[in-house]
């Protein structure tokens, strides 16, 4: 490997940081969700209008389940997370 390469990430590590960052994109959409819902209702706000949701029940009911999991902080945050889901690609392509 060369000085430039970045070594591929422990699959354990990298799988408990693909986890976190799924918990993480699902709290962040309840909330966000529940919020907008809410001034909608109490003060008549139209954000809620705008506010991309995710369609199907069960798409739904999966969101909601996996927003109630506590949050680890991940070993290797987002930006190392995408850099191995791309180097695993590119490997599939080998």
Avoid at 51 to 79: C, D, M, R, W
Wanted: charged share 25%; proline share 4%; net charge negative.
């Amino acid at each position: 490997m060369t000085e430039n390469q970045e070594q591929p990430l422990n699959q354990e590590e990298y799988i408990h940081s693909l986890e976190n960052a799924l918990i993480f994109m699902c709290q962040t959409y309840k909330e966000n969700f529940d919020t907008l819902f809410k001034l909608m209702k109490e003060e008549g706000n139209e954000a809620f209008w705008k506010y991309s949701t995710i369609q199907g029940s069960p798409n739904v009911f999966a969101v909601e389940a996996l927003s109630k999991l506590k949050f680890q902080q991940p070993v290797h945050g987002f930006p190392c997370i995408r850099k191995e889901i791309e180097r695993k690609r590119s490997n599939q392509g080998e």
